[in-house]
Nanobody
Framework: QVQLVESGGGLVQAGGSLRLSCADS????????LGWYRQAPGKQREVVAV???????NYAASVKGRSTISRDNAKNTVYLQMNSLKAEDTAVYYC?????????????WGQGTQVTISS
């Protein structure tokens, strides 16, 4: 069973920082990929950052250089540290996990946490 629970969202001033956390009820080592997506009002959901089981990372161009994704397998938690926040970072942030079994992919999502950046 997969239960992804996000925390750490809230209201932050532009230029500030925050750290999002996503904890699973089980072992995150079973996931091939973990990541964060976001969805702003009136826009499609977009990828923010992904970390693989080998700890390779990829970032959206819009957050690269000011965000860090990490995973703590002992705590079954994935984090997203975001710095130099901008108004355009305002969105609901969703935790994401994927398991690959051959040609099949199984994707799981958290409920989302709101991040609002005030200018």
């Amino acid at each position: 069973q997969v239960q992804l629970v996000e925390s750490g969202g809230g209201l932050v001033q532009a230029g500030g920082s925050l750290r999002l956390s996503c904890a699973d009820s089980g072992l995150i080592v079973r996931f091939n990929d973990l990541g964060w997506y976001r969805q702003a009002p009136g826009k499609q959901r977009e990828v923010v950052a992904v970390i693989t089981s080998g700890e390779d990372t990829n970032y959206a161009a819009s957050v690269k250089g000011r965000s860090t994704i990490s995973r703590d397998n002992a705590k079954n938690t994935v984090y997203l540290q975001m710095n130099s926040l901008k108004a355009e970072d305002t969105a609901v942030y969703y935790c994401y996990a994927q398991i690959r079994r051959g040609v099949r992919q199984y994707q799981y999502w958290g409920q989302g946490t709101q991040v609002t950046i005030s200018s």
